[in-house]
């Protein structure tokens, strides 16, 4: 049997290509979308080559929210999983002085994510079937200091997803939440992150695609952070506010 | 970061990048002092530079695969663990493997490993077609077998530029299965026979008991492997005959104390290994993973050796001079009472590439967990194998003397001069090369 194709959105993220081997090693044909998609013709060649499934490159640009449903219209064919990995991290400490750069961050990670999700959804919606992955983040669980501006999106996406996954469900439309925790892309090259707490991106890839077999609804890649976020959302406001994380 | 070599014996700090573009290589290069690193498998401080260690696993993926030729195209960053999870059920195996699938084809390139048909067919390099490496400033080349810079970076060790991609000829197999034959030889004398009277096997290599002493110095368990043939597999194998059963993958969740490792530990695990092994004796169909990966099924292993790392020792001695080098080696390595489980002798086939380790003869490798005495063992197997005018293996060597390196290889002196002239001294370099002087 074959099985159904996968889309990635933000398809040349460390995150999201991991997920497309994932998938394609499954058996799932991949449509990789991304700004200036020819440059991934390695990575498609790749993945052809590795797993022998189709992949194809699509162009795609989050912030152009206008364009969302003529790309979803000439995409091949309606996929049956959509993952949306778009995000951009931005640099809090400028960020937090000026509009234009903080709200390219939160239109990143929310509202253009946000977007092309709910065409997606009224398309799986109308078919009967079909899943969504969104990749939010541990860090819109909590606003902290230094990075609330990405938080702040996120927990709006991750509150999207929530909703979405509500209003699905009888539909059999899926919703699956992942937040990964640290994972070591080129989103966080350079920074020190603690070996224990982070993930590869193939483990993500392998998370994901398990988490979809299995129907799952929030996951967190390494089991620790569940521990983690609970003791972080447990901490009383007064004490938190002075803490320096 | 704290880089080492898989021998854990040699932590640095290092700075280390992971360029993902040419262009972002090219600027590496630039900075000088530069070396490649691909999976960390070398057992010493060949893949770490202080200054600029350049991490190949951002550069990882394959390009084109010709069905007709088995010719493969991939990066350098690729592991032949990819090679063969991808190519393995269409019908292909690597020509060439080490004893761990987690080396990447520029590490199997730039050491030019052997694996255990080097007797019949050579090296890795003997089944490359072509590199593309960039050079000192910043260009790439496409070498092929009739370049010199391409003959000298099979051995070369990441010294005369970073290779970016690699054509690789694939071995058809098929199935997924070896045909072994386990020969007993009660000493060495019987061993090397076995090596010599099996010159037509594809496969041979020997488990060697290198504690044993008196008349079982040396002895082995030769074993002799070829390919199966689907009508060799049983019955129910035939339909998929590349699966093999799923081994499980263990791995070792903190590091051994170092008393999990004596003397008398191993002299007993080479005792049970040799009682088993002798009753095993005869043909046998084997996975290929559990032939050619023994080790690849526990995660890290190095760990077994406690926190202070471990040693490999591996030479290549000429024929002429093996029986009677192995045998003063062996004398000492069993007297010493530190020996390793890990002991392998190899035959090895003529040898083409300028400064690559093998040359036609014999190889013996062991490892042994460093300690106080270690080091004075290891000095004294040195000075054994350069009055045999045997030579040592770089991707092992985590401690070798530069006198000991230029005693034993004159070689050196022509990969220096060609450093020199092509300005590749300054653009790459290793913790590995400023300790030996390369
Ligand atoms: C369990 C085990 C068994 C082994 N068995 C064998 C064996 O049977 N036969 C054998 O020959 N070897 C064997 N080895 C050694 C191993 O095959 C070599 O050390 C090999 O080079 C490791 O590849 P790597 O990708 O890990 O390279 P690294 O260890 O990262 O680097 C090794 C060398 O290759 C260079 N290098 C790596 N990538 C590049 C690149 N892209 N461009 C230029 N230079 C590069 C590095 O600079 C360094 O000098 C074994 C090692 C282990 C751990
Ligand atoms: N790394 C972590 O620790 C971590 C942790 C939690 C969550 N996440 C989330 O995981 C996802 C993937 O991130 P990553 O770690 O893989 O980092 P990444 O490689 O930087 O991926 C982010 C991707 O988002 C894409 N993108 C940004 N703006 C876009 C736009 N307007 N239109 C289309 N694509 C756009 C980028 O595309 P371009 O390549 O074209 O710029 C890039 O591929 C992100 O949502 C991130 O927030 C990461």
Known sequence: ?245 | MILSGWGRTTPQACRVSRPRSEAELAARVAEGGLIARGAGRAYGDAAQSAANTVDMGGVNRMIRFDADSGQLVAEAGVWLADVIATFLPRGWFPAVTPGTRFVTLGGAVAADVHGKNHHREGSFGAFVDWIDLMGPDGTVRRLTPGDDLFRWTLGGMGLTGVILRVALRLRRVETGWIAQRTVVAPDLAAAMAAFEGNADALYSVAWIDCLAQGAALGRSLVMLGEHASVAALPGVRREHPFTVPARPRRALPFDAPGFALNPLTVRAFNEVYWQLGKRKAGPALVPWDAYFYPLDAIGNWNRIYGRRGFVQFQCALPLASSADALHELLKVVSASGQGSFLAVLKRFGPQAAPFAFPMEGYTLALDFPLHGQTSALLDRLDRIVVAAGGRFYLAKDARMSRETLWQADPRAAAFVELRDRLGLRAAFASTQSERLGL
């Open chain 1, 1 to 245: 049997m074959t099985k159904g194709a996968v889309l990635i959105l933000g398809g040349r993220s460390d995150i999201g290509l991991a997920i497309a081997h994932a998938f394609a090693a499954a058996g799932h044909p991949v449509m990789l979308a991304a700004r200036g998609p020819e440059t991934l013709e390695a990575d498609r060649a790749d993945l052809a080559l590795r797993h022998g499934v189709t992949v194809t490159l699509h162009a795609f640009d989050a912030l152009d929210t206008a364009s969302h449903a003529a790309f979803v219209d000439a995409l091949p064919s309606l996929p049956a999983i959509a993952v949306c990995a778009v995000g951009a991290m931005g640099v809090q400490a400028k960020d937090e002085h000026d509009p234009a750069a903080a709200i390219a961050v939160m239109r990143a990670n929310f509202e253009g994510p946000a977007t092309i999700l709910a065409i997606l959804a009224d398309r799986f919606e109308a078919r009967g079937r079909g899943t969504l992955v969104g990749i939010s983040s541990v860090a819109g669980e909590r606003g902290r200091a230094t990075n609330y501006i990405y938080g702040a999106a996120k927990a709006g996406f991750t509150a999207y997803l929530s909703g979405l996954r509500n209003r699905l469900a009888k539909q059999n439309v899926h919703v699956l939440t992942v937040l990964p925790g640290f994972v070591a892309t080129r989103m966080t090259a350079g920074m020190d992150l603690p070996a224990r707490l982070t993930a590869t991106p193939a483990a993500v890839g392998a998370a994901v695609l398990h988490a979809v077999e299995r129907k799952r609804n929030v996951i967190y890649v390494k089991p620790v952070w569940r521990l983690v976020m609970a003791v972080i959302k447990a901490i009383p406001e007064p004490v938190f506010k002075k803490l320096k994380l």
